[in-house]
């Protein structure tokens, strides 16, 4: 099974600083990564899909790069929303997996 | 804009079955792809089972096999997923997803709000 991991596990920014997320493949997944927004109790959103296009609807501070095995998604100008877990999903080998997610707290 | 909503959370005793759904909306292409993915406590989501809408071909992952099914009702706007022979390492909320088709097949990209099933005795 193609494992992904992310980190950090936990990291801690102030509202409206940068924050940059990573997530390593097991093997290459080409650009076959998917970042998503979740937020307790709430539907988790698609944020980023081809490691660097994002998702209809999502803001440009949003923005995904990587390809192979490293891959990172920044995020700008943290708002209030963007406090969540955050995992990247590989869908280059079926069935895609997912990370263990980094959350993002509030500083 | 698609939406999907599922159905609320489950209690049940280990040995039991349970039967969740999902009704979607917005869905404008009949070649839509619905998978079900579970999330145990700690976790990153793992892929269940996938359904396609337009004829009711049905994946499993092995990990579930035989004791997952994946059904239609007969509009095909509710998906269910019914899971059995329930045990503790069940315990998890299961979502409901779309497949985000041709520019990225098994990435999602709308998900349902997730339904919690708890087994305990």
């Known amino acids: 099974e193609l494992v992904m991991t992310q980190s950090p596990a936990t990291v801690s920014v102030s509202p409206g600083e940068t924050v940059t997320l990573s997530c390593r493949a097991s093997?290459?997944?080409?650009?076959?990564l998917a970042w998503y927004r979740h937020k307790p109790g709430q539907a988790p959103r698609l944020l980023i899909f081809g490691a660097s296009t994002r998702a209809t609807g999502i803001a440009d501070r949003f923005s995904g790069s990587g390809s192979g095995t490293e891959f990172t998604l920044t995020i700008s100008s943290l708002q209030s929303e963007d406090f969540a877990v955050y995992y990247c999903?590989?869908?280059?080998?079926?069935?895609?997996?997912f990370g263990r997610g980094t959350k993002v707290e509030v500083k | 804009q698609v939406q999907l909503v599922q159905s609320g959370a489950e209690l049940k005793k280990p040995g039991a079955s349970v039967k969740i759904s999902c009704q979607a909306s917005g869905l404008t292409f009949i070649n839509n792809y619905i998978h079900w993915l579970r999330q145990a406590p700690g976790q990153g989501p793992e892929w269940v089972a996938t359904i396609k809408l337009n004829g009711g071909t049905t994946t499993y992952s092995e990990k579930f096999q035989n004791r997952v099914t994946v059904t239609t009702g007969t509009s095909t706007d509710t998906i269910y997923m019914e899971l059995t022979r329930l045990r503790s390492d069940d315990t998890a909320i299961f979502y409901c997803?779309?497949?985000?088709?041709?520019?990225?097949?098994?990435?999602?990209?709308?998900w349902g709000q997730g339904t919690q099933i708890t087994v305990s005795s």
């Open positions: 997803a779309r497949d985000l088709g041709e520019r990225a097949p098994g990435a999602y990209d709308f």
């Open positions: 999903q590989q869908y280059n080998n079926w069935p895609g997996t």
């Open positions: 093997h290459s997944v080409s650009n076959d």
